[in-house]
Nanobody
């Protein structure tokens, strides 16, 4: 059973940066694609970014391209989301998810509990 634990969320001013981490346990980490989604009370879960088992397989949502960078460390079983130039509209609960297939829709089999990111103006 795969387990995912997010960390790194918090409160930051607009223009600031945060780095989220997603620690994965319980499986062969290198076999899994890992994605980040975000959700607010007003919106459906939105795709943010994903990385395949190959670190060169990277995908980003249009709203975060050029500001966010996803990476993975297969030695630490961890995926990172570096978020720069944060905007108030980036405020959401961020979830990481894992599955053998990389997709940009929230159909992943395994999910973390989420971490809150709040960007003040």
């Amino acid at each position: 059973q795969i387990q995912l634990v997010e960390s790194g969320g918090g409160l930051v001013q607009a223009g600031g940066s945060l780095r989220l981490s997603c620690a994965v346990s319980g499986g062969t980490f290198s076999n899994y694609a890992v994605a980040w989604f975000r959700q607010t009370a007003e919106k459906e879960r939105e795709f943010v970014s994903a990385i395949g088992w190959s670190p060169s397989s990277l995908y980003y949502g249009d709203s975060v391209k050029g500001r966010f960078t996803i990476s993975r460390d297969n030695n630490k079983n961890t995926v990172y989301l570096q978020m720069n130039n944060l905007k108030p509209e980036d405020t959401a609960v961020y979830y990481c998810a894992a599955d053998e297939a990389l997709v940009v829709v929230p159909t992943y089999d395994y999910w973390g509990q989420g971490t809150q990111v709040t960007v003040s103006s």
